[in-house]
């Protein structure tokens, strides 16, 4: 029989004003993986030889598919060994990839770098998520987990920049070589300052048996298979927008002098819904924020696909309904991470192992579908962003049995 979850104490190992700060930050990496490489893009691919800019897509997208496969790896692993030697030994490796990275001579081994990236990443999730289980639940962790989304966006915000910054005094493999940097100090950070928050008597083996049947529990459960499955949607139009974006501002507004703004935008609007999010969830609690953010996120990109498909779409609406989705899937992503694992706890790495599996992998799939459809306009976009917002919509209510906003079960 499985042992019941023991209840964190809802206090953090540091000070909250550092724990929440480091947390953002080692989720802050993956993100500066992904979004630091947008202007360079174009660099990249011209000097690997890479002639279809839809081709060159393929950069981020290896990157998805390693941080999907990761999962599967460090959940099991911080639960038999504990949080702190995962992580420590999967920034190392997160490190040696972006300097092969910036090395590379090829597309094939820039590829190659940029999957084993992903993978070694993965851990900022994974352990990062099982951690902050280990010291929080319910409405608290959700609390937890948009405050850190609050600092970790700022990473796209200053991500693109960073990127565009480096391509006017240098080359683009020097973006490699500065994440590289930003991977040391914050291995660094979290090496002398986050101490083991698995307790001993929580580690387990890792035996083939014990393992499949925390993947069963993991997706046997209600809530934990229904809200991955509905954050798994909403990342494919997340992921759509990130392959898509640079090639919206160069070829269908012809303004790529402004693709660090406008990503800023929409980046610092999920940042500002967080730290709304934050404040209101111990009081409203996570099914009325994230359920009503998801209808509104339907709307807008309801709304925005009309605009878009009758040919009415200017740079300023594309903006302004991008920044309002964006927000809206802070919103519903943050307090579905919360709810898929309120029930994890005596499982919570291996959990967050198989949660962000599905989640990142069906993403990654949907991204790239919607980035490859990519002809000169954002009606691919749109329809990816309308529907995967549906097909959340379906899966929560089956999950909650038809009901929204307080659910057969209130969180």
């Not at 972006?98 to 081994?109: K, M, Y």
């Not at 954050?231 to 660090?260: C, E, K, W």
């Amino acid at each position: 029989m499985t042992a019941p979850a023991r209840q964190p104490a809802d206090a953090p190992p540091l000070a909250f004003a550092e724990f929440v700060p480091l947390i953002a930050a080692l989720m802050a990496l993956g993100s500066l993986g992904i979004d630091s490489m947008l202007p360079a893009l174009p660099a990249i691919g011209a000097s690997l030889g890479v002639v279809s800019e839809n081709e060159r897509q393929l950069i981020v997208t290896a990157f998805l598919i390693g941080m999907g496969l990761g999962q599967l790896i460090h959940g099991p692993l911080a639960d038999r060994y504990g949080r702190r030697p995962v992580m420590l030994g999967a920034l190392a490796v997160y490190f040696a990839s972006n300097v092969a990275a910036s090395l590379a001579g090829s597309f094939e081994l820039m590829l190659a770098a940029r999957v084993i990236g992903g993978i070694s990443v993965a851990a900022t999730r994974v352990v990062t998520i099982a951690l902050v289980r280990d010291c929080f639940t319910g409405r608290a962790m959700a609390r937890v987990m948009s405050l850190a989304f609050i600092v970790f966006m700022i990473m796209p915000v200053l991500a693109p920049t960073f990127g565009q910054t480096i391509l006017l005094f240098g080359k683009w493999r020097l973006i490699f070589g500065m994440t590289a940097l930003g991977t040391a100090i914050v291995t660094l950070w979290f090496g002398l300052r986050m101490p083991e928050t698995l307790h001993p008597d929580d580690k387990r083996p890792l035996a083939p048996a014990r393992l499949a049947r925390g993947f069963m529990q993991t997706l046997g459960d209600r809530w934990s298979l229904g809200y991955t499955l509905a954050s798994a949607a909403l990342l494919g139009a997340l992921y759509g927008y990130i392959n898509s974006i640079q090639q919206i501002m160069f070829d269908t507004f012809h303004r790529p002098g402004l693709l660090v703004i406008v990503f800023a935008i929409t980046a610092a609007t999920m940042a500002l819904t967080n730290f709304v999010n934050s404040r209101l969830v111990m009081r409203l609690g996570t099914r009325v924020i994230s359920h009503s953010a998801l209808l509104t996120q339907i709307a807008l990109s309801g709304v925005h696909l009309v605009i878009a498909a009758t040919g009415h779409e200017t740079l300023a609406i594309f903006v302004v309904l991008q920044a309002l989705t964006m927000g809206c899937f802070g919103l519903a992503t943050s307090n579905f991470s919360a709810m898929a694992m309120e029930n994890m706890g005596h499982i919570a790495g291996t959990a967050s192992s198989v949660q962000g599996f599905i989640g990142i992998t069906i993403g990654a799939v949907i991204g790239a579908a919607v980035g490859q459809a990519f002809a000169g306009t954002t009606v691919p976009l749109y329809i990816g962003f309308f529907g995967a917002g549906l097909v959340a919509l379906g899966v929560i209510l089956i999950t909650e049995h038809g009901r929204l906003f307080r659910g057969h079960m209130a969180a």
